[in-house]
């Protein structure tokens, strides 16, 4: 009841890369989450409609990293 729509990629979100080329609202925020058993995720997630875009939680290797060189 908390999420609307969560798009989930198979690459690692540069973070501080993105948000220096995108000046995103202030509704957009840093979501991150590490579990140990019910998966790990890094992205953004609107406070206002609760959409969210998510990528790997760390940098993998053979995964491509959308934002950064």
């Known amino acids: 009841m908390n999420c609307r729509e969560w798009v989930y990629f198979d690459c690692?979100?540069?973070i501080p890369a993105i948000q220096a080329h995108v000046?995103?609202?202030?509704c957009v925020?840093?979501?991150?989450?590490r579990g140990t058993h019910d998966g790990q995720e890094l992205g953004f997630v609107c406070t206002l409609c609760n959409d969210?875009?998510?990528g790997l939680y760390e940098p993998v290797p053979g995964k491509p990293v959308f934002g950064g060189q």
Request: proline letters at 7%.
């Open 29 to 33: 925020t840093t979501h991150a989450h």
């Open 12 to 14: 690692f979100l540069d």
């Open 23 to 26: 000046r995103l609202p202030e």
């Open 52 to 54: 969210a875009i998510m």
